[in-house]
Each structure stands twice: as C-alpha cells, then as structure tokens.
T-cell receptor
Framework: AQSVTQPDIHITVSEGASLELRCNYS??????LFWYVQSPGQGLQLLLK??????LVQGIKGFEAEFKRSQSSFNLRKPSVHWSDAAEYFC???????????FGTGTKLQVIP | GAVVSQHPSRVICKSGTSVKIECRSL??????MFWYRQFPKQSLMLMAT?????????EQGVEKDKFLINHASLTLSTLTVTSAHPEDSSFYIC?????????????FGSGTRLTVV
C-alpha cells in the first residue's frame, strides 16, 4: 500500500527566506508524486507533479521539488518565500494505473515579516 | 488544462435531511472520479472511487448507504449525504481523471464545506 509522510506539521519562516518542506513516500514502484497547496477554506491547487524523467521538477509560484529515489523523498523548495505562500501544503503519491491519490498529513506554513 | 467544477461551495442543512454535491469535469471526459473528505486540521481521506456507469467502490469504513455516489455520465458525478448528522459536517472534495496527463489529470474541485445543524 502506498503512504506519504510529512514529518513537519507546522513550519514558520521569515518572508524572503528559503523554504524546504519534507515529504517521504512508500510505494512499491516508481510513483506519481504531487505537491498541492490549500488556502484556508479552499480547495487544492496543484503546485507540481512528477511522473518520470528529470527528477527536478519546476512548478508554479516559484516552487520546485526533487525526486530522490534512493531516499524515497520528494521535498518541496522555494528560494524566497512570500507572505502569500502561507497555506497548508500536501504531498501526495499516486498509483500508476489505478490513479488513487494518497495524501500526507500536511504541513502548515506560516510566514512572518 | 483540465478543470473540475464542484458545487455548492458551502451548504448548511438541518439534521436528518439529505444534501447533494456535484462534481463536473468541464473540458474533458472523466472516466473516474474520486471523493475525498477532510476533517478540520487533518488530511484528505479517500471515501470512494466511481467509474462512469459502474457502482462506486468505497473505502473501508465508509458507509455506502449514507454516502451515495452516482457517476451517470462522463462529466458528472454526485455525492449525496443522506440523513445528514452533525458528525457529517466536513469538507468534501472531488477529483477527476481522464484528462490529458499520463495519470489522467488528478484535477481537484474547489471543495464543498458541509455544515449540519
């Protein structure tokens, strides 16, 4: 069975600082990997996804993530955080073929001035 | 790109009544739709998977008689919460696949906030 672990429940960063959100997955083969962002009371917006190919994936809003098979990780990064990035971030893994997506527990990002 | 529309965005209903939530794929045919539930400050949990023209497959612990799912067309799936109770208050969100990406899209609707009073 597939699973996702986001070890950080809450992270606080200063505006302009760099950000890295951790994600580890468990899946028997090469998975589909996703990062979503959710603002309070809103739906999910896809930031980026990895299916195959280049392990460094560029997304929207200046985010990127790197797939590291040896570490079973898919960490999300941003070089300079903006106050508008404050939200909850979910890492997710999808099974090829069946297309079911399993979400991590989320990391809430707080941005301070 | 693939767009999924979900309505209503918010609904308040009285205990014992039923509520229907619609999930529509606007520019692609969604062969499969997924329904998730999110409790406050928690992650999203898959409730069921529906394939067009077939009965939905429910995850363990989800009452299929309480959460009725219909996927009668390639662009519409509905979730009906029957005889709703306050503990059913939650954020419900759908996802549709069948779009242009290898994994079929994984496009999510904007969610429905259900409050049962």
């Amino acid at each position: 069975a597939q699973s996702v672990t986001q070890p950080d429940i809450h992270i606080t960063v200063s505006e302009g600082a760099s950000l890295e959100l951790r994600c580890n997955y468990s899946y028997g083969a090469t998975p589909y990997l996703f990062w979503y962002v959710q603002s309070p009371g809103q739906g999910l917006q896809l930031l980026l996804k990895y299916f195959s190919g280049d392990t460094l994936v560029q997304g929207i809003k200046g985010f990127e993530a790197e797939f590291k098979r040896s570490q079973s990780s898919f960490n999300l990064r941003k070089p300079s955080v903006h106050w508008s990035d404050a939200a909850e971030y979910f890492c997710a893994v999808g099974a090829r073929g069946y297309q079911k997506v399993t979400f991590g527990t989320g990391t809430k990002l707080q941005v301070i001035p | 790109g693939a767009v999924v529309s979900q309505h209503p965005s918010r609904v308040i209903c009285k205990s014992g009544t039923s509520v229907k939530i619609e999930c529509r794929s606007l520019d692609f045919q969604a062969t499969t739709m997924f329904w998730y539930r999110q409790f406050p400050k928690q992650s999203l949990m898959l409730m069921a998977t529906s394939n067009e023209g077939s009965k939905a497959t429910y995850e363990q612990g989800v009452e299929k008689d309480k959460f009725l799912i219909n996927h009668a067309s390639l662009t519409l799936s509905t979730l009906t919460v029957t005889s709703a109770h306050p503990e059913d208050s939650s954020f419900y969100i759908c996802s549709a696949s069948g779009g242009d990406s290898p994994a079929g899209g994984y496009t999510f609707g904007s969610g429905t906030r259900l409050t049962v009073v």
